[in-house]
């Protein structure tokens, strides 16, 4: 029985795109916070959050400051703060900083600040938001701070952020449907060029890239519903069980059954959330044995059961 399973699995080809399911899962939602052309000297403190900014210089060389640290940011830079850490942006290193959220008030009423003699600079601020209830090892296998330098004109990344600035324009506003949705298309091509671009990953990028490892998750991720066990995860891969539990945990930081166990959650409370399948409908989608069985499971994990869940989403909308 071991074998014919292990063996379908193995003959089955699969283009399935486990970094698309993640992102697809978490529902990652992009916004822009600031557009505005700007006056030497300028500068904006931003406070610490959970969620990933970004920078992009559309005009004009800056400087971002985190910690002790600090790089330079040249016209077609795009820098990324994945964790959402406190940091600065500004002209030049000692230039006074004031507070974004101050900054993008005055925009909105009409005031921008730093508008004062000859325009030095373009750029456009960026956040994305997530379900942070979900855990998931892509969020912590990024560094704290991501720069893409020398973005040719007709990259698709480019042509993302024109789209989005030339939308900024026409409709003089910065927060539309056409807006959030190509900002997290951009959000998207960063990750991928992320990962496209750097030959020393870590965490869950490290795992996409191992042929095996790579196996492994694709067959989670395609495939959740399944009544995993190590011995068929392994045989599939043609891993031992102990190879396979050390390099998986080594890579991710979890060992595979706990990271199918989180998976299994993370889907579930989406599926919650976004869709009107009954409990034991979900269930049957994820590999959980019976709706009884995933209620527990599901508080255990998340502190209310699903029916809790729904009942508090019902009364916030």
């Given at each position: 029985m071991l074998k014919n399973v292990a063996h379908q699995l193995k003959c089955t080809t699969s283009e399935?795109?486990?970094?698309?399911?993640?992102?697809?899962?978490?529902?990652?939602?992009?916004?822009i916070f600031f557009h505005s052309n700007l006056a030497a000297p300028w500068g904006m403190s931003l406070s610490s959050i959970v969620m990933p900014r970004f920078h992009i210089a559309l005009q004009g060389h800056f400087y971002v400051g985190a910690g002790t640290s600090n790089i330079t940011?040249?016209?077609?830079?795009?820098?990324?703060?994945?964790?959402?850490d406190m940091h600065w942006i500004a002209d030049e290193i000692e230039s006074e900083l004031?507070?974004?959220?101050?900054?993008?008030?005055?925009?909105?009423?009409?005031?921008?600040l730093f508008q004062q003699g000859k325009i030095t600079n373009k750029i456009m601020c960026g956040i994305v938001e997530y379900d942070e209830a979900i855990e998931h090892p892509i969020l912590s296998a990024l560094p704290s701070i991501i720069q893409l330098s020398n973005i040719q004109s007709n990259d698709n990344i480019w042509m993302t952020v024109k789209l989005i600035d030339a939308e900024i324009i026409r409709t003089n506003n910065k927060k539309n449907s056409i807006i959030d949705r190509l900002t997290e298309v951009l959000f998207i091509q960063l990750l991928n060029s992320f990962m496209e671009k750097n030959e020393h990953l870590s965490g869950f990028f490290s795992a996409l890239k191992e042929p095996r490892l790579n196996k492994i998750l694709q067959l989670i991720h395609q495939h959740p519903q399944r009544q995993w066990t190590l011995d068929i995860i392994s045989d599939v891969v043609g891993m031992s069980r102990a190879t396979l539990q050390r390099k998986f945990k080594a890579a991710i930081g979890l060992s595979p059954m706990v990271y199918i166990s989180r998976w299994r959650m993370a889907k579930a409370y989406q599926l919650l959330k976004h869709s009107n399948l009954s409990l034991e409908g979900i269930a049957d989608v994820i590999g959980f044995s019976d709706a009884r069985t995933l209620s527990h499971a599901f508080k255990d994990h998340y502190g209310d059961t699903p029916s809790q869940f729904r009942k508090k989403l019902e009364r916030l909308l």
């Open positions: 399935f795109n486990v970094l698309d399911d993640v992102i697809n899962t978490l529902r990652f939602r992009g916004s940011v040249e016209p077609m830079d795009i820098v990324m703060i994945p964790g959402g004031v507070p974004s959220e101050q900054a993008g008030d005055a925009c909105s009423l009409g005031m921008p």
